[in-house]
């Protein structure tokens, strides 16, 4: 059994949990542990575990800053975008924005093999205003609660999630746990594209997010899930109603919706999930209607060498409680040759009752791009990157609607 019963080796430097700036004297990479970290929610390799309590392939390295205090095993690591946005036609526009995220966990191993894991992120994007940053054929909630946000997407809350787990081994491959979060992430849908191998570097967010992991931020969750050996199960209870337009409080929880989900690990390179969701009330400008959401989706992920290849395919169902039904479908991949260079690429189709309303207008985007990093510490990197986005859209956006982003990067952990 993989399970530790002591923190990992300590490292010296200074790491206050939800402070990111770590020494390069505390530093650790966990694929250089002689003894491997099991995971928080159950007894397999730590690399497995994405947002929430989404699974990803277990070959994904699992790079941060670690170190220890008292009984407790911290982590913490960060994605910082800086980036000049340019949208084409009479629905485009300009605008400079930052992104990304700050994530700090702590861990403390108990014993029986009960693990307790705490977890705090936080996001910039609330400085980039209510009406969020200009992209294409991007719909979901709302900038002054009166009118849909519509080609452009939303910024993140500034707590993107404050977390518990507690994990309690019944077996040598078995595990019951339970996750609550305010903010939190319910058991539906991949991982959050923030976080997921094959989307972490792209700076924009998908259009068909609100179709597959719209949910990572949801003010109220609770949830039971059980792992046998490759496989999961967990039910969720959580609030269906998204974040609003005040992305520095604490929206109210209300603990009406219910989602299940079911993921397995083949082997190391893949992992596969398939999840459902009663949603009442996700929108604060249509309240009286609800959504059931059906996902699956499959992420593939192998190293080559310094470099590595990450893909994801996914495919998200909303049916409306008024009988539309609208359907979502994603793929995206990231290539790195090296430790210099990432190539990324993502393709989408989404049925949308915003964007050419009253009508269901079938869209989509295929986004091109690439960054080149330059180490600055040694698990810290800045970047430089470019995107172009060719749009699938209606008329009424123009001739030849595309879209174009310039970004540095900041990478840390």
């Known amino acids: ?13 200074v790491f206050v949990l939800l402070v990111l700036a770590t020494p390069a004297s505390a530093q650790m990479d966990m694929r250089g542990m002689d003894m491997p970290m099991t995971g ?22 699992h790079d941060a800053f670690h170190d220890a205090l008292g009984g407790w095993e911290l982590m913490g690591h960060a994605l910082l975008n800086g980036v000049y946005d340019s949208q084409s036609g009479p629905r485009g526009d300009t605008q400079w924005f930052a992104s990304g995220w700050l994530m700090g966990a702590a861990r403390r191993d108990l014993d029986a093999g009960d693990v307790l894991n705490l ?6 994007e609330p400085l980039m205003g209510d009406r969020g940053y200009p992209l294409l ?32 081994d019944i077996g040598q491959s078995d595990s019951v746990f339970l996750y609550a979060g305010y903010p939190g992430e319910p058991a539906l849908g991949p991982p959050a594209f923030p976080h997921r191998a094959s989307a972490m570097d792209i700076p924009e967010a998908p259009i068909t997010h609100h179709f597959l992991d719209s949910t990572h931020i949801t003010f109220g969750v609770a949830t039971l899930g059980y792992v046998h050996g490759d496989w999961k199960l967990e039910v969720s209870r959580f ?28 082997d190391a390179n893949w992992s596969l999930q398939a999840s459902w969701g009663f949603l009442k009330s996700p929108e604060e400008l249509t309240p009286q209607l609800d959504e059931t959401r059906i996902t699956a989706g499959a992420q593939y992920f192998t190293a080559l060498g310094e470099g590595s290849f990450a893909a994801t395919l996914a495919w998200g169902h909303k049916r409306l409680s008024d009988g539309e ?60 990157g470019a995107l172009y986005d060719f749009d699938f859209a209606p008329r009424a956006y123009g001739s030849t609607p595309h879209g174009a982003m310039v970004f540095v990067r900041l990478k840390a952990g």
């Open 1 to 13: 059994m993989l399970r530790k019963s002591k923190p990992a080796c300590i490292h010296p430097g």
């Open 40 to 61: 928080t929610l159950g007894p397999y390799a730590m690399t497995r575990e994405a947002s929430g309590t989404s699974w990803q392939p277990d070959a994904v390295p």
């Open 119 to 124: 977890r705090l992120m936080l996001s910039p």
């Open 137 to 168: 054929l991007a719909s979901g909630e709302t900038a002054d609660g009166k009118t849909p946000l519509l080609d452009r997407q939303h910024p993140h809350d500034l707590v993107m999630e404050m977390s518990a787990s507690y994990a309690h």
């Open 239 to 266: 609030t269906g109603r998204e974040p609003d337009q005040q992305r520095f409080d604490f929206d109210a929880a209300r603990f009406d919706s219910t989602s299940a989900r079911l993921s397995w690990n083949p």
């Open 325 to 384: 039904n609208l359907d979502g479908f994603s793929f995206e991949t990231e290539y790195k040759p090296d430790r210099i260079w990432t190539v990324f690429a993502r393709a989408e189709s989404a049925d949308s009752d915003e964007l050419a309303a009253p009508s269901v207008a079938t869209v989509g985007k295929l986004s091109l791009g690439a960054i080149h990093d330059w180490p600055v510490g040694d698990k810290t990197v800045l970047g430089l």
